[in-house]
């Protein structure tokens, strides 16, 4: 049983929200410094191309440039996390339309970016590959001639294949011999920009010994100062970033952008330097979501047991691939499902091509894959004349039970979120005409890594916590506010948490991977337990007692033994604090390795004959949460993941003719908002303890995986048509229908 609390799992008022409503939140393009100057980057209209020549004369002597910054100006090294692969401007050549040729700073942005256009850059255009299949040709055109350059082991690479990952178990060929039916599919998903509403941006003031203070829209400051240190060649400890209020993020906010850029020209001038994208950059040249291929093959007994499954990934990762920290999109080992198999086989790919780089979306590679192993066993089920409910729930993993890649998970819950999803959907209920309900399962671990907290408690009885991690508009300084007051025994808005920067804060690993609950929250509470600790010495000291025969509860300490004996925090707090703050540290690092969350979802779809048109009109989802610490930020993080979901499966597309992106604004480019949600029944399981601070799981991404297959296999239910490419377009649509009607 789950310990009593008095704050956790409970409504809590969010502390950002205040500024937020009020336009008093600051953003890195906010910020406004004495001498700014405006950075503007020239991008090639190219896909691919070689430079023959470029001219800076005409941009140089514009009235208000103070600087013009070519490759031939920086040093010759290249961007990235795991593979190195990238120039901070093209050097030689230009590989995707949108990377920037060169770069200026002016007195203001509108005179930056006149200078910018009056750059002449001639080209020699190169054959290019946009598509995975084109791509992995062996006469495709190659992005990159000198792979070897990036990675120290070249094993399996081969023409615009960099990195092949691979994961057996069981004996392949003895579980197709064992297999009474082997089907086969292919899926393939598109690329969608992150959507978060406030563009990347930079200011940097550096200093002429290389030293230098950084305004970014990071989520990961120190992650954003390691790499920035490299790349510029100088020491961390020479780099402030001072992280600020953040306008969304959904994995994308977690790479350099235009910070090198801002340093060289900052260096350059003497002056700060800003640059901002615009909207038609972010979408053609910010790391959107990896387009893929996924092909998989299942053998199975008459009965609809799972006997051997084999997969091949092929991601897309446009012609650069340091923006994610592997070389393989890490959803790879997601593609048996959470399903009993005995014999598996999965192989990934990453592949270049003359599309912008990708990198990190809101659950990378999980969504791509979830929607094609979903997709796929609606099919199975279909195939078999089993009812695709009970088809997973035949094969799902039960307690004690390994996965088929080899992990040992506690507490499993993917058949609880299963049943709960399809009796709450009305599962068994007959449809009308041209409706539908789809099922779809997944899972994903809490991520792991580092961080660490100041907890200060004042004279007064306020407290602040001091954090790296970065709020990203999910609420996470709330949760950690929650925590914080939690152990300390007052109320949450006595909390305050404090954003630091990378000089005072201590290290954090960055607001990614549904981790900030777990490492950040981990921090907090070992920093609050000690706090609590300290004054709880104090404490006893004026009551007469011993530390241990002291609790405190609702603001006050109380002696066990003669409950009557109270003192106030603010009274503890003024003995605690007659030489200043009362302060207490803790860190945390760890890798969560025991547990995951199961995600259930059952869509309803309504389809229209005559135009194709797909209403998703309800949509249940069930998640396994462990203790959530504040519902309606879960609420939200589900709601949210449903959204984004939705806008991957039927409407968002980066789509390109020749290379040239065909969207340049959010005016053309389909992202839902609140009037295209339908109904959510927000569900939490959270009788299965998981691992942050008072038993809860990572939730901000495992809900959006199953949403693109739940619609896929509704839309196969109202209509018998099966589309296995997305986006799930009125087009593509009208056709399947048309076709299935001839």
Known sequence: MAEECCYIGRATERQEAPDKARGRAVYAGDVQLPGMLHGAALRSPFAHARILKIDTAAAR????????????????????????????????????????????????????????????????????????????????PLVHENIKEYLPSSTGVT??????????????????????????????????????????????????????????????????????AEYIGVPESHLRILALTVGGDFGGKGVIMDEPLCYYLSLLTGRPVRMAMRRSEELAAANPRHPSMITIKSGLKKSGELVARQVREVFNSGAYGGAKPTLVVESFNKAAGPYRIPHLLLEAYSVYSNNEPCGYCRSPGHAQTVFAVESHMDMLARRLKMDPCSFRLLNILTEGEAAPTGETWQDLRGREVLEMAARLGDWQAAR???????????????????????????????????????????????????????????????????????????????????????TAGWAVQKAAQGAAALLKETAAAMLGCLPGEVAIREGSFQQLSQPEHLLTLRDVAAKACKRGPLVAHGSFEGRNKDTVAFAAQLAEVKVDQETGAVQVTRLVAVTDTGRIINPPAAEGQVEGCVMQGIGFTLWEDLAKRGGQLCSSSLADYHQPTSLDLPQVDVVFLEDAPGPTPFGGKGIGEVPITPVAAAIANALEDATGVRITDLPLTPEKVWRALQKKSQ
């Open 159 to 228: 023409g615009n294949i960099y990195a092949c990952e691979r994961i057996a178990t069981g004996d392949l060929e003895a579980g197709w011999a064992q297999s009474d039916y082997i089907f086969e599919d292919t899926f393939s998903t598109h690329s969608v920009h992150q959507g978060y509403l406030e563009n990347h941006a930079a200011i940097v003031m550096a200093e002429k010994d290389g030293r230098a203070t950084v305004w970014s829209s990071s989520k990961a400051p120190f992650g954003l100062r390691q790499h920035l």
């Open 61 to 140: 002597a514009c009235p208000g440039v103070r600087a013009v910054i070519t490759a031939a100006d920086l040093p010759p090294r290249r961007l990235g996390k795991q593979i190195k692969d990238q120039p901070l401007l093209a050097q030689d050549k230009v590989r995707f339309a949108g990377e920037r040729v060169a770069v200026v700073a002016a007195a203001d942005e509108a005179i930056a970016r006149r200078a910018a256009a009056l750059i002449r850059v001639d080209y020699e255009p190169l054959p290019a590959v946009f598509g995975i299949e084109e791509a992995i040709k062996a006469d495709a």
């Open 432 to 518: 009308p005409e041209g409706t539908g309900l789809g099922l779809a399962l997944a899972y994903r671990g809490t991520g792991g890594g580092e961080s660490g907290a100041v907890v200060k408690v004042n004279s007064d009885g306020s407290v602040e916590v001091i954090t790296g991690a970065v709020e990203t508009g999910t609420g996470s300084w709330t949760i950690l506010r929650q925590i914080a007051a939690e152990e300390l025994g007052i109320n949450p808005k006595m909390v305050r948490v404090v954003q630091g920067d990378t000089s005072v804060a201590p290290s954090d690993s960055g607001s990614a991977a549904s981790r900030a609950t777990y």
